[in-house]
């Protein structure tokens, strides 16, 4: 089954301990992406991949890192979560030309104390 | 950089009435791609429907229908005989095609009630 697949669900933890949320995508698709959803701000892109070892900042990238070292897997690190990072996070792939859909994961809760 | 304008944070619709969700955009590019993306309870994103800006002809995908006024940059969707499984937070999308600035900008949302 194609999908974008995207761990955990749902994470709690303290400002300043290191994470990763991986997402990871079966489609061989080029293009992968970051978004953080808030209310009443929609979705923002956090950093984007045309394809492997090329990474491009979106709109909100500071205080996250991305890799692109394999074109399945595209994970978000945040080095020193703080209590502002608490968010809805989407990772996103689509094929290479800008007409097709993007393909979602089931998003992650991020809850940062 | 392109910025998308939802300015309708809620909107409510009767069943099987039709309602129009908005959508403006702002862009220097003359060929870009808008999508409207609905996510419900579930929190998955879905895709409703896009277009081409180079073509005039408005997207149709059954009930839902856009209104693509490329002058007025405007995007607006039309659902039509609305069902209750239409209830959700709509997102506007706009994508450029070139280079480094292929990414997708998202509006704020529209948060769709369908009454019974």
């Known amino acids: 089954e194609a999908q974008v697949t995207q761990n955990p669900r749902y994470l709690i933890t303290v400002t300043g301990k290191k994470l990763t949320v991986t997402c990871s995508q079966n489609m061989n698709h080029e293009y992968m992406s970051w978004y953080r959803q808030d209310p009443g701000l929609g979705l923002r892109q956090i950093y984007y991949s045309m394809n492997v070892e090329v990474t491009d900042k979106g709109d909100v990238p500071e205080g996250y890192k991305v890799s692109r070292k394999e074109k399945r897997n595209f994970p978000l690190i945040l080095e020193s979560p703080s209590p502002n990072q608490t968010s809805l996070y989407f990772c996103?792939?689509?094929?290479?030309?800008?007409?097709?859909?993007?393909?979602f994961g089931s998003g992650t809760q991020l809850s940062v104390l | 950089a392109q910025t998308v304008t939802q300015s309708q944070p809620e909107m409510s619709v009767q069943e099987a009435e039709t309602v129009t969700l908005s959508c403006t955009y702002d862009?220097?590019?003359?060929?870009?791609?808008l999508f409207w993306y609905k996510q419900p309870p579930s929190r998955q994103m879905i895709l409703v429907i896009r277009?081409?800006?180079?073509?005039?002809q408005n997207a149709t995908e059954n009930r839902f229908s856009v209104n693509f006024q490329k002058a007025a940059k405007s995007f607006s969707l039309k659902i039509s005989d609305s069902q209750l499984g239409d209830a959700a937070m709509y997102f506007c999308a706009y994508r450029s095609p070139s280079g480094s600035a292929r990414q997708l900008t998202f509006g704020s949302g529209t948060q769709l009630t369908v009454l019974p």
């Open positions: 277009q081409e800006a180079y073509k005039q």
């Open positions: 996103a792939s689509s094929p290479g030309q800008p007409n097709e859909k993007l393909f």
């Open positions: 862009t220097s590019e003359s060929d870009y791609y």
